[in-house]
DNA sequence: CAGTGGTCTAGACCACATC
DNA sequence: ATGTGGTCTAGACCACTGG
Protein backbone atom coordinates (compact mmCIF):
# COMPACT_ATOMS: atom_id res chain seq x y z
CA UNK A 1 0.00 0.00 0.00
CA UNK A 2 1.55 2.99 -0.97
CA UNK A 3 0.58 6.50 0.80
CA UNK A 4 -1.08 9.12 -1.13
CA UNK A 5 1.97 12.32 -2.08
CA UNK A 6 1.18 14.54 1.14
CA UNK A 7 3.20 16.94 -0.74
CA UNK A 8 3.51 19.08 -4.00
CA UNK A 9 5.92 21.92 -4.65
CA UNK A 10 4.34 25.02 -6.29
CA UNK A 11 6.65 24.03 -9.42
CA UNK A 12 4.67 21.10 -10.02
CA UNK A 13 1.32 22.52 -9.47
CA UNK A 14 2.10 24.85 -12.41
CA UNK A 15 4.04 22.17 -14.60
CA UNK A 16 0.69 20.43 -14.58
CA UNK A 17 -1.45 23.10 -15.30
CA UNK A 18 0.38 23.93 -18.36
CA UNK A 19 0.63 20.35 -19.02
CA UNK A 20 -3.02 20.60 -19.25
CA UNK A 21 -3.06 23.63 -21.50
CA UNK A 22 -0.77 21.90 -23.97
CA UNK A 23 -3.17 18.73 -23.80
CA UNK A 24 -5.98 21.11 -24.66
CA UNK A 25 -4.21 22.68 -27.45
CA UNK A 26 -4.15 25.83 -26.47
CA UNK A 27 -0.58 26.11 -28.18
CA UNK A 28 0.23 23.99 -31.10
CA UNK A 29 3.11 21.93 -31.70
CA UNK A 30 5.42 24.14 -33.23
CA UNK A 31 3.89 27.27 -31.43
CA UNK A 32 5.53 29.32 -28.78
CA UNK A 33 4.33 29.12 -25.57
CA UNK A 34 4.05 32.60 -23.47
CA UNK A 35 7.55 33.85 -22.28
CA UNK A 36 8.68 33.04 -18.62
CA UNK A 37 7.40 36.43 -17.30
CA UNK A 38 3.95 36.25 -18.35
CA UNK A 39 3.40 32.47 -17.03
CA UNK A 40 4.89 33.73 -13.65
CA UNK A 41 2.24 36.82 -13.80
CA UNK A 42 -0.29 34.19 -14.75
CA UNK A 43 -0.10 31.93 -12.20
CA UNK A 44 0.94 34.65 -9.09
CA UNK A 45 4.32 32.80 -8.60
CA UNK A 46 8.10 34.17 -8.85
CA UNK A 47 9.88 33.95 -12.68
CA UNK A 48 12.08 31.24 -10.52
CA UNK A 49 9.05 29.26 -9.97
CA UNK A 50 7.50 28.97 -13.49
CA UNK A 51 10.57 28.74 -14.92
CA UNK A 52 11.57 25.61 -12.58
CA UNK A 53 7.94 24.20 -14.51
CA UNK A 54 8.94 25.05 -17.73
CA UNK A 55 12.14 22.86 -17.48
CA UNK A 56 10.62 20.41 -15.98
CA UNK A 57 8.53 20.29 -18.95
CA UNK A 58 11.54 20.50 -21.24
CA UNK A 59 12.98 17.64 -19.71
CA UNK A 60 9.93 15.43 -20.73
CA UNK A 61 10.56 16.80 -24.21
CA UNK A 62 7.41 18.20 -24.19
CA UNK A 63 8.61 21.70 -25.27
CA UNK A 64 11.92 22.85 -26.37
CA UNK A 65 13.55 25.56 -25.03
CA UNK A 66 15.65 28.16 -27.61
CA UNK A 67 17.50 31.17 -26.17
CA UNK A 68 16.95 34.31 -27.22
CA UNK A 69 13.71 32.82 -29.28
CA UNK A 70 11.34 31.02 -26.73
CA UNK A 71 10.07 28.19 -25.88
CA UNK A 72 8.50 25.79 -27.86
CA UNK A 73 5.69 23.36 -27.80
CA UNK A 74 7.38 19.88 -28.97
CA UNK A 75 6.95 18.69 -32.60
CA UNK A 76 7.45 15.62 -34.66
CA UNK A 77 7.42 17.59 -37.99
CA UNK A 78 10.99 19.41 -37.44
CA UNK A 79 12.64 15.77 -37.71
CA UNK A 80 13.51 15.78 -40.98
CA UNK A 81 16.68 17.32 -40.47
CA UNK A 82 18.11 14.80 -38.14
CA UNK A 83 16.85 11.30 -37.45
CA UNK A 84 13.45 10.75 -35.74
CA UNK A 85 13.94 10.77 -32.21
CA UNK A 86 11.72 7.09 -31.74
CA UNK A 87 13.71 5.49 -34.82
CA UNK A 88 16.58 3.16 -32.72
CA UNK A 89 17.38 1.75 -36.38
CA UNK A 90 21.02 2.96 -37.54
CA UNK A 91 22.95 1.79 -40.59
CA UNK A 92 26.03 0.02 -39.13
CA UNK A 93 28.46 1.87 -41.69
CA UNK A 94 27.46 4.92 -39.27
CA UNK A 95 25.47 6.89 -42.26
CA UNK A 96 22.66 9.59 -40.80
CA UNK A 97 20.23 8.55 -43.35
CA UNK A 98 16.20 9.63 -43.56
CA UNK A 99 14.70 5.89 -43.84
CA UNK A 100 12.24 6.03 -47.07
CA UNK A 101 8.98 4.46 -46.72
CA UNK A 102 7.00 2.93 -49.14
CA UNK A 103 3.52 2.21 -47.97
CA UNK A 104 1.39 -1.10 -48.81
CA UNK A 105 -1.87 -0.92 -47.74
CA UNK A 106 -4.40 0.60 -45.16
CA UNK A 107 -7.04 -1.79 -43.57
CA UNK A 108 -9.79 -0.58 -41.31
CA UNK A 109 -10.89 -4.01 -38.91
CA UNK A 110 -11.67 -4.66 -35.61
CA UNK A 111 -9.71 -4.96 -32.58
CA UNK A 112 -8.47 -8.58 -31.67
CA UNK A 113 -7.10 -9.61 -28.07
CA UNK A 114 -3.70 -8.28 -28.32
CA UNK A 115 -4.78 -4.71 -29.92
CA UNK A 116 -7.46 -4.25 -26.99
CA UNK A 117 -5.61 -4.97 -24.58
CA UNK A 118 -2.07 -2.44 -25.35
CA UNK A 119 -4.86 -0.11 -26.36
CA UNK A 120 -6.87 -0.51 -23.90
CA UNK A 121 -10.57 -0.43 -26.61
CA UNK A 122 -13.22 -3.37 -26.10
CA UNK A 123 -12.68 -6.35 -28.23
CA UNK A 124 -14.14 -5.55 -31.90
CA UNK A 125 -13.70 -1.47 -31.63
CA UNK A 126 -12.62 -0.61 -34.30
CA UNK A 127 -8.90 -0.03 -35.93
CA UNK A 128 -7.38 1.06 -38.80
CA UNK A 129 -4.14 -1.25 -39.32
CA UNK A 130 -1.36 0.14 -41.79
CA UNK A 131 1.50 -1.69 -43.16
CA UNK A 132 4.79 0.23 -44.48
CA UNK A 133 8.16 -1.08 -45.46
CA UNK A 134 11.30 0.91 -44.02
CA UNK A 135 14.16 1.17 -46.44
CA UNK A 136 17.82 1.81 -45.32
CA UNK A 137 20.48 2.21 -47.53
CA UNK A 138 18.47 1.26 -50.28
CA UNK A 139 17.56 -2.07 -49.38
CA UNK A 140 14.16 -2.73 -47.05
CA UNK A 141 15.06 -2.82 -43.26
CA UNK A 142 11.69 -2.60 -41.78
CA UNK A 143 8.62 -4.16 -41.79
CA UNK A 144 6.34 -1.86 -39.84
CA UNK A 145 2.19 -2.70 -39.20
CA UNK A 146 0.54 -0.28 -37.20
CA UNK A 147 -2.55 -0.24 -35.50
CA UNK A 148 -4.50 2.88 -34.55
CA UNK A 149 -7.77 3.23 -32.68
CA UNK A 150 -10.44 4.24 -35.29
CA UNK A 151 -12.11 6.73 -33.12
CA UNK A 152 -8.93 8.67 -32.99
CA UNK A 153 -7.96 8.84 -36.47
CA UNK A 154 -10.80 8.82 -38.81
CA UNK A 155 -10.03 10.27 -41.96
CA UNK A 156 -6.82 7.98 -42.51
CA UNK A 157 -6.72 6.59 -45.72
CA UNK A 158 -3.70 5.54 -47.75
CA UNK A 159 -3.82 8.71 -49.78
CA UNK A 160 -3.88 11.10 -46.89
CA UNK A 161 -0.25 9.14 -46.01
CA UNK A 162 1.12 9.25 -49.19
CA UNK A 163 0.42 12.67 -49.23
CA UNK A 164 2.00 13.79 -46.55
CA UNK A 165 5.55 14.78 -46.78
CA UNK A 166 7.44 13.90 -43.48
CA UNK A 167 7.03 11.12 -40.44
CA UNK A 168 3.93 9.27 -39.64
CA UNK A 169 4.19 11.07 -36.41
CA UNK A 170 4.02 14.56 -38.29
CA UNK A 171 0.98 13.06 -39.46
CA UNK A 172 -1.09 11.97 -36.72
CA UNK A 173 -0.09 15.26 -35.10
CA UNK A 174 -1.26 17.62 -37.81
CA UNK A 175 -3.43 15.70 -39.24
CA UNK A 176 -5.46 14.26 -36.15
CA UNK A 177 -4.23 16.35 -32.95
CA UNK A 178 -2.90 13.27 -31.59
CA UNK A 179 1.01 13.93 -30.28
CA UNK A 180 2.84 10.89 -29.49
CA UNK A 181 4.84 11.50 -26.45
CA UNK A 182 6.32 8.21 -25.06
CA UNK A 183 6.94 4.74 -26.17
CA UNK A 184 7.84 1.65 -24.41
CA UNK A 185 9.57 -0.95 -26.92
CA UNK A 186 9.54 -5.06 -25.99
CA UNK A 187 12.23 -6.90 -28.67
CA UNK A 188 12.51 -10.53 -29.75
CA UNK A 189 14.43 -12.41 -31.85
CA UNK A 190 12.23 -14.42 -34.30
CA UNK A 191 12.73 -16.16 -37.62
CA UNK A 192 11.10 -14.65 -40.77
CA UNK A 193 7.80 -16.33 -42.23
CA UNK A 194 7.74 -16.36 -46.16
CA UNK A 195 5.41 -13.25 -46.31
CA UNK A 196 7.77 -10.77 -44.29
CA UNK A 197 10.09 -12.25 -46.07
CA UNK A 198 9.62 -11.58 -49.34
CA UNK A 199 8.75 -8.25 -48.24
CA UNK A 200 11.82 -7.63 -46.82
CA UNK A 201 14.13 -8.95 -49.27
CA UNK A 202 15.49 -11.88 -47.13
CA UNK A 203 15.15 -15.47 -47.01
CA UNK A 204 12.26 -16.81 -44.92
CA UNK A 205 13.69 -18.00 -41.75
CA UNK A 206 16.46 -15.15 -41.30
CA UNK A 207 16.48 -14.56 -37.96
CA UNK A 208 14.93 -10.85 -37.11
CA UNK A 209 14.44 -8.30 -34.24
CA UNK A 210 10.45 -8.24 -33.77
CA UNK A 211 10.05 -4.88 -31.91
CA UNK A 212 6.76 -4.48 -30.36
CA UNK A 213 6.21 -0.62 -29.34
CA UNK A 214 3.36 0.81 -27.57
CA UNK A 215 3.12 4.64 -27.63
CA UNK A 216 1.45 6.88 -25.48
CA UNK A 217 0.04 10.41 -25.73
CA UNK A 218 -0.67 12.51 -22.44
CA UNK A 219 -1.47 10.64 -19.67
CA UNK A 220 -0.15 7.65 -20.69
CA UNK A 221 -3.28 6.83 -22.67
CA UNK A 222 -2.26 4.22 -25.68
CA UNK A 223 -2.70 5.37 -28.97
CA UNK A 224 -0.55 3.36 -31.27
CA UNK A 225 0.35 -0.49 -31.14
CA UNK A 226 3.20 -0.86 -33.42
CA UNK A 227 4.57 -4.10 -34.36
CA UNK A 228 8.15 -3.82 -36.44
CA UNK A 229 10.39 -6.93 -37.84
CA UNK A 230 14.03 -5.71 -38.27
CA UNK A 231 16.03 -7.52 -40.60
CA UNK A 232 19.88 -6.71 -39.39
CA UNK A 233 21.67 -7.46 -42.27
CA UNK A 234 23.43 -3.93 -42.75
CA UNK A 235 21.45 -2.27 -40.20
CA UNK A 236 21.01 -2.48 -36.05
CA UNK A 237 18.94 -0.86 -33.07
CA UNK A 238 20.66 1.23 -30.73
CA UNK A 239 20.22 2.13 -27.30
CA UNK A 240 22.36 4.39 -24.88
CA UNK A 241 22.42 2.95 -21.73
CA UNK A 242 22.48 5.90 -19.25
CA UNK B 1 34.40 22.22 -37.45
CA UNK B 2 32.83 22.80 -34.41
CA UNK B 3 33.83 26.39 -32.75
CA UNK B 4 34.71 25.81 -29.24
CA UNK B 5 32.95 26.92 -26.85
CA UNK B 6 33.11 30.88 -26.27
CA UNK B 7 31.10 30.70 -22.61
CA UNK B 8 30.85 27.84 -19.82
CA UNK B 9 28.70 28.52 -16.58
CA UNK B 10 29.96 28.60 -13.39
CA UNK B 11 28.08 25.88 -12.08
CA UNK B 12 29.21 23.70 -15.02
CA UNK B 13 32.84 24.39 -14.11
CA UNK B 14 31.94 23.60 -10.75
CA UNK B 15 30.03 20.16 -11.90
CA UNK B 16 33.51 19.43 -13.47
CA UNK B 17 35.61 20.10 -10.74
CA UNK B 18 33.87 18.04 -8.66
CA UNK B 19 33.69 15.07 -11.45
CA UNK B 20 37.36 15.05 -10.90
CA UNK B 21 37.14 14.71 -7.20
CA UNK B 22 35.07 11.48 -8.37
CA UNK B 23 37.04 10.59 -11.17
CA UNK B 24 40.25 10.96 -8.46
CA UNK B 25 38.71 8.61 -6.27
CA UNK B 26 38.00 11.50 -2.97
CA UNK B 27 34.90 10.19 -2.28
CA UNK B 28 34.10 6.59 -2.61
CA UNK B 29 31.08 4.97 -4.33
CA UNK B 30 28.16 4.60 -1.87
CA UNK B 31 30.12 7.47 0.40
CA UNK B 32 28.47 10.80 0.93
CA UNK B 33 30.07 14.00 -1.00
CA UNK B 34 30.10 17.00 0.92
CA UNK B 35 27.10 18.48 1.79
CA UNK B 36 26.04 21.66 -0.54
CA UNK B 37 26.92 24.47 2.20
CA UNK B 38 30.60 22.98 2.52
CA UNK B 39 30.82 22.43 -1.01
CA UNK B 40 29.57 26.07 -1.58
CA UNK B 41 32.18 27.38 0.42
CA UNK B 42 35.11 25.47 -0.80
CA UNK B 43 34.48 26.43 -3.99
CA UNK B 44 33.53 30.45 -3.38
CA UNK B 45 29.98 30.27 -5.08
CA UNK B 46 26.60 30.71 -4.02
CA UNK B 47 24.63 27.66 -2.38
CA UNK B 48 22.11 27.80 -5.37
CA UNK B 49 25.25 27.17 -7.67
CA UNK B 50 26.65 24.20 -5.89
CA UNK B 51 23.45 23.07 -5.63
CA UNK B 52 23.20 23.33 -9.69
CA UNK B 53 26.26 21.62 -10.14
CA UNK B 54 25.11 18.37 -7.92
CA UNK B 55 21.92 18.19 -9.93
CA UNK B 56 23.69 18.01 -13.29
CA UNK B 57 25.42 15.28 -11.49
CA UNK B 58 22.38 13.78 -10.41
CA UNK B 59 20.77 14.20 -13.98
CA UNK B 60 23.84 11.96 -14.91
CA UNK B 61 23.33 9.60 -12.61
CA UNK B 62 26.78 10.32 -11.07
CA UNK B 63 25.69 10.69 -7.67
CA UNK B 64 22.20 10.14 -5.61
CA UNK B 65 20.48 12.70 -3.71
CA UNK B 66 18.41 11.52 -0.58
CA UNK B 67 16.69 13.94 1.38
CA UNK B 68 17.45 14.80 5.21
CA UNK B 69 20.25 12.22 4.62
CA UNK B 70 23.10 13.77 2.40
CA UNK B 71 24.08 13.56 -1.17
CA UNK B 72 25.99 9.86 -2.18
CA UNK B 73 28.37 8.57 -4.64
CA UNK B 74 26.39 6.17 -7.21
CA UNK B 75 27.06 2.65 -6.95
CA UNK B 76 26.41 -0.55 -8.45
CA UNK B 77 26.72 -2.14 -5.51
CA UNK B 78 23.08 -1.09 -3.94
CA UNK B 79 21.27 -2.88 -6.92
CA UNK B 80 20.54 -6.33 -5.51
CA UNK B 81 16.82 -4.91 -4.24
CA UNK B 82 15.72 -4.34 -7.64
CA UNK B 83 17.06 -5.03 -11.23
CA UNK B 84 20.47 -3.65 -12.35
CA UNK B 85 20.44 -0.48 -13.79
CA UNK B 86 22.05 -1.60 -17.35
CA UNK B 87 20.06 -4.97 -17.24
CA UNK B 88 17.39 -4.62 -20.11
CA UNK B 89 16.48 -8.48 -20.39
CA UNK B 90 13.06 -8.87 -18.60
CA UNK B 91 11.12 -11.44 -18.37
CA UNK B 92 7.73 -12.29 -20.13
CA UNK B 93 5.35 -12.41 -17.02
CA UNK B 94 6.33 -9.43 -15.84
CA UNK B 95 8.08 -10.33 -12.28
CA UNK B 96 10.82 -8.79 -11.30
CA UNK B 97 13.99 -11.00 -10.73
CA UNK B 98 17.39 -10.36 -10.10
CA UNK B 99 18.94 -13.15 -12.49
CA UNK B 100 21.24 -16.02 -11.93
CA UNK B 101 24.18 -16.16 -12.83
CA UNK B 102 26.55 -18.77 -13.93
CA UNK B 103 29.84 -18.43 -14.57
CA UNK B 104 31.68 -20.93 -17.80
CA UNK B 105 35.52 -19.75 -17.22
CA UNK B 106 37.84 -16.94 -17.04
CA UNK B 107 40.40 -16.65 -20.20
CA UNK B 108 43.82 -14.28 -20.71
CA UNK B 109 44.59 -13.53 -23.82
CA UNK B 110 45.49 -10.90 -27.05
CA UNK B 111 42.78 -8.62 -27.82
CA UNK B 112 41.75 -9.28 -31.30
CA UNK B 113 40.89 -6.43 -33.92
CA UNK B 114 37.05 -6.30 -32.87
CA UNK B 115 38.05 -5.62 -29.01
CA UNK B 116 41.10 -3.09 -29.32
CA UNK B 117 39.05 -1.24 -31.54
CA UNK B 118 36.11 -0.89 -29.15
CA UNK B 119 38.36 -0.42 -26.50
CA UNK B 120 41.37 1.60 -27.71
CA UNK B 121 44.04 -1.09 -27.32
CA UNK B 122 46.33 -1.58 -28.89
CA UNK B 123 46.04 -5.18 -31.04
CA UNK B 124 48.08 -7.92 -29.20
CA UNK B 125 47.60 -6.36 -26.08
CA UNK B 126 46.11 -8.16 -23.02
CA UNK B 127 43.26 -9.03 -21.97
CA UNK B 128 40.68 -10.62 -20.16
CA UNK B 129 37.71 -12.60 -21.32
CA UNK B 130 34.64 -13.84 -19.06
CA UNK B 131 31.96 -16.25 -20.20
CA UNK B 132 28.68 -16.62 -18.23
CA UNK B 133 25.55 -17.79 -18.36
CA UNK B 134 22.70 -15.75 -17.25
CA UNK B 135 19.48 -17.39 -15.69
CA UNK B 136 15.87 -16.24 -15.83
CA UNK B 137 12.86 -17.68 -14.46
CA UNK B 138 14.88 -21.08 -13.73
CA UNK B 139 15.87 -21.11 -17.76
CA UNK B 140 18.90 -20.00 -19.45
CA UNK B 141 18.59 -16.23 -21.07
CA UNK B 142 21.65 -14.98 -21.89
CA UNK B 143 24.63 -15.92 -22.82
CA UNK B 144 27.84 -13.28 -22.08
CA UNK B 145 31.41 -12.74 -23.48
CA UNK B 146 32.80 -9.97 -21.40
CA UNK B 147 36.17 -8.29 -22.77
CA UNK B 148 38.29 -6.63 -20.57
CA UNK B 149 41.49 -4.44 -21.03
CA UNK B 150 44.06 -6.66 -19.02
CA UNK B 151 45.52 -3.60 -17.16
CA UNK B 152 42.66 -2.37 -15.77
CA UNK B 153 41.45 -5.67 -13.68
CA UNK B 154 45.00 -7.30 -13.13
CA UNK B 155 43.67 -9.65 -10.16
CA UNK B 156 40.54 -10.72 -11.76
CA UNK B 157 40.21 -14.61 -11.51
CA UNK B 158 37.56 -17.07 -11.50
CA UNK B 159 37.85 -17.60 -7.99
CA UNK B 160 37.27 -14.00 -7.27
CA UNK B 161 34.16 -13.47 -9.43
CA UNK B 162 32.59 -16.51 -7.82
CA UNK B 163 33.45 -15.42 -4.13
CA UNK B 164 31.50 -12.17 -4.88
CA UNK B 165 28.11 -11.68 -3.98
CA UNK B 166 26.55 -8.97 -5.91
CA UNK B 167 26.90 -7.75 -9.93
CA UNK B 168 29.57 -7.58 -11.95
CA UNK B 169 30.13 -3.92 -11.90
CA UNK B 170 29.26 -4.01 -8.32
CA UNK B 171 32.84 -6.19 -8.54
CA UNK B 172 34.19 -4.17 -10.75
CA UNK B 173 34.02 -1.01 -8.47
CA UNK B 174 34.84 -2.42 -5.32
CA UNK B 175 37.53 -4.85 -6.37
CA UNK B 176 39.30 -2.49 -9.38
CA UNK B 177 38.25 0.97 -8.85
CA UNK B 178 36.78 0.92 -12.28
CA UNK B 179 33.38 2.51 -12.33
CA UNK B 180 30.92 1.53 -14.97
CA UNK B 181 28.77 5.05 -15.76
CA UNK B 182 27.71 4.46 -20.04
CA UNK B 183 27.15 1.91 -22.15
CA UNK B 184 26.10 1.82 -25.37
CA UNK B 185 24.38 -1.38 -27.05
CA UNK B 186 23.94 -2.42 -30.75
CA UNK B 187 21.14 -4.98 -31.09
CA UNK B 188 21.05 -7.31 -34.46
CA UNK B 189 19.57 -11.17 -35.11
CA UNK B 190 21.30 -13.87 -35.38
CA UNK B 191 20.85 -17.46 -35.22
CA UNK B 192 22.60 -19.96 -32.95
CA UNK B 193 25.50 -21.57 -33.52
CA UNK B 194 25.51 -25.03 -32.04
CA UNK B 195 27.78 -24.55 -29.23
CA UNK B 196 25.96 -21.14 -27.67
CA UNK B 197 22.73 -23.11 -28.54
CA UNK B 198 23.68 -25.69 -26.41
CA UNK B 199 24.33 -23.45 -23.60
CA UNK B 200 21.29 -22.01 -23.76
CA UNK B 201 19.23 -24.63 -24.38
CA UNK B 202 17.81 -23.88 -27.21
CA UNK B 203 18.16 -25.72 -30.82
CA UNK B 204 20.75 -25.20 -33.01
CA UNK B 205 19.15 -22.31 -35.34
CA UNK B 206 16.85 -20.26 -33.19
CA UNK B 207 16.80 -16.56 -33.64
CA UNK B 208 18.48 -14.96 -30.78
CA UNK B 209 19.04 -11.61 -29.81
CA UNK B 210 23.13 -10.36 -30.65
CA UNK B 211 23.87 -7.34 -28.31
CA UNK B 212 27.48 -5.60 -28.25
CA UNK B 213 27.64 -3.36 -25.71
CA UNK B 214 30.52 -1.14 -25.10
CA UNK B 215 30.90 0.35 -21.33
CA UNK B 216 32.65 3.11 -20.86
CA UNK B 217 33.47 4.87 -17.69
CA UNK B 218 34.55 8.57 -16.74
CA UNK B 219 35.77 10.82 -19.88
CA UNK B 220 33.73 8.18 -22.61
CA UNK B 221 36.80 6.19 -21.63
CA UNK B 222 35.76 2.64 -22.57
CA UNK B 223 36.59 -0.10 -20.22
CA UNK B 224 34.37 -3.20 -21.33
CA UNK B 225 33.34 -4.79 -24.32
CA UNK B 226 30.58 -7.32 -23.92
CA UNK B 227 28.65 -9.73 -26.42
CA UNK B 228 25.33 -11.33 -25.22
CA UNK B 229 23.88 -13.41 -27.08
CA UNK B 230 19.71 -13.51 -25.48
CA UNK B 231 17.18 -16.49 -25.54
CA UNK B 232 14.23 -14.64 -26.00
CA UNK B 233 11.75 -17.06 -25.57
CA UNK B 234 10.25 -16.73 -22.46
CA UNK B 235 12.00 -12.80 -21.78
CA UNK B 236 12.53 -9.67 -23.72
CA UNK B 237 14.80 -7.15 -24.33
CA UNK B 238 12.55 -3.83 -22.99
CA UNK B 239 13.10 -0.21 -23.83
CA UNK B 240 11.59 3.00 -22.99
CA UNK B 241 11.81 5.65 -25.04
CA UNK B 242 11.09 9.45 -23.89
C1' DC C 1 17.10 19.01 18.26
C1' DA C 2 20.54 19.98 14.42
C1' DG C 3 21.78 18.91 9.81
C1' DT C 4 20.60 17.59 5.29
C1' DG C 5 18.41 18.40 0.87
C1' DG C 6 14.12 20.94 -1.36
C1' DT C 7 11.32 25.07 -2.35
C1' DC C 8 10.39 29.86 -3.22
C1' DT C 9 11.37 34.61 -3.73
C1' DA C 10 13.35 39.12 -5.57
C1' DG C 11 16.53 41.16 -8.06
C1' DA C 12 20.73 41.88 -10.90
C1' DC C 13 23.04 40.83 -14.75
C1' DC C 14 24.60 37.93 -19.05
C1' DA C 15 23.97 35.64 -23.69
C1' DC C 16 21.43 35.30 -27.77
C1' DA C 17 18.07 36.54 -31.49
C1' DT C 18 15.62 39.97 -33.84
C1' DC C 19 14.39 44.32 -35.48
C1' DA D 1 17.16 48.70 -28.48
C1' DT D 2 14.15 45.19 -26.90
C1' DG D 3 12.64 40.81 -25.55
C1' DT D 4 13.74 36.11 -24.89
C1' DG D 5 15.89 32.44 -22.14
C1' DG D 6 20.21 31.57 -18.90
C1' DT D 7 23.08 32.52 -14.81
C1' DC D 8 24.09 33.91 -10.17
C1' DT D 9 23.23 35.64 -5.66
C1' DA D 10 21.31 36.09 -0.80
C1' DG D 11 18.14 34.85 2.21
C1' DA D 12 13.91 32.79 4.18
C1' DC D 13 11.52 28.92 5.02
C1' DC D 14 9.85 23.83 4.40
C1' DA D 15 10.42 18.64 4.46
C1' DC D 16 12.90 14.76 5.84
C1' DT D 17 16.33 12.00 8.71
C1' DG D 18 18.49 10.67 12.73
C1' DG D 19 20.27 11.28 17.33
Redesign the pocket.
Known amino acids: MTTAP ?8 IRDLIVRELESGAWKPGE ?7 L ?1 ARY ?9 A ?2 AL ?1 DENLVV ?7 FVATHTEERVSVPRFLRIRRDDGVDEYPGSRLIDVRRSKAGVEASRHLGLRAGEGVIVLRRVLDLAGAPAVLDEITLPGTLFRGLTKDRVEAYRGSMYGLFETGFGVRMLKARETLKAIAADPASAALLAVEPGTPLIAVERVTTTYGERPVELRRGLCATARCHYLNDLG
Open positions: TFRPLWRQAIPPEPEARVSQGTARRVDARRQGKGT
